[in-house]
């Protein structure tokens, strides 16, 4: 069965202290949402592709997206006020598809994460399709506490991790939760929540990649600079 991926790109720059939205800001010459694609297109793995972005946005979107070489169908929709929904619409935009057994598994991936690598896609994509679905996650190093009330307690941080995306999962069930979490009125902090709460689906959490960096503050950003040089055409590669 065939895998889509679904690319949230509907963000914005406030925290980067900057007008724009932060996906098609600059790296290294390119769009931090171009390397995403880019990187998709690419992978044998994905038969298509669905970008949630903001309306106001559609024009740069279509701009960037021609400039693109993509065997890949791309897809445009409108995302919602938040993470979650925009998630919601993403599948929806698939439902036809995913109910009918065309597409049975979706990737959710940030497009704020320029440096997901086609062999972490298909890291994630195979514990997916053994499990129902996966995520990538990285250790917590810093010591992290706890406050209730006005005491705080040091968290085991063996028990804690930092999750990624792409984030991998059994279409049909991802979907139906998803309407089930709309009709209870619940949104999740990420697609791994509303499966863990509304699906049967096992999902395994997998060894993520520290440079897999989600732009979000102005360091951020001068971090994805210097790590855009060793990544080509969705693989690390040795600098010399």
Do not use: C
């Not at 106001?56 to 938040?82: C, M, N, Y």
């Not at 009918?100 to 704020?112: L, P």
């Not at 006005?150 to 939760?177: H, K």
Request: charged share 30%; hydrophobic share 40%.
């Amino acid at each position: 069965m065939t895998l889509w991926a679904i690319v949230l790109a509907g963000g914005r720059g406030e925290r980067l202290r900057r007008e724009v939205n932060k996906v098609y800001l600059p790296v290294a010459g390119r769009s931090v949402l171009e390397y995403s694609l880019d990187t998709l297109a690419r992978s044998e793995r994905v038969a298509g592709i669905v970008v949630v972005a903001r309306p106001e946005d559609f024009d740069q979107l279509e701009e960037l997206l021609e400039d693109i070489e993509s065997s890949r169908p791309v897809e445009v929709v409108a995302g919602g006020p938040t993470r979650h929904h925009s998630e919601h619409a993403g599948i929806e935009a698939l439902a036809d598809r995913i109910q009918s057994g065309e597409i049975g598994w979706v990737a959710i991936h940030d497009g704020a994460r320029p440096f997901a690598s086609l062999d972490l896609l298909e890291a994630v994509a195979l514990e997916a399709m053994h499990r129902g679905g996966a995520v990538p996650a990285l250790r917590v190093e810093s010591p992290l506490y706890e406050r209730s009330g006005a005491e705080a307690s040091l968290l085991d941080t063996d028990s804690v991790r930092r999750v990624q995306t792409p984030q991998v999962f059994a279409a049909r069930p991802l979907l139906d939760g998803y309407r089930r979490a709309a009709a209870d009125g619940f949104e999740g902090v990420d697609t791994a929540e509303t499966a863990e709460r509304y699906t049967d689906l096992e999902v395994g959490v997998m060894s993520g990649d520290a440079r897999n960096v989600k732009v979000t503050f102005v360091e951020d950003l001068l971090a994805a600079e210097d790590l855009a040089r060793g990544f080509v055409e969705g693989r690390w590669v040795d600098e010399d």
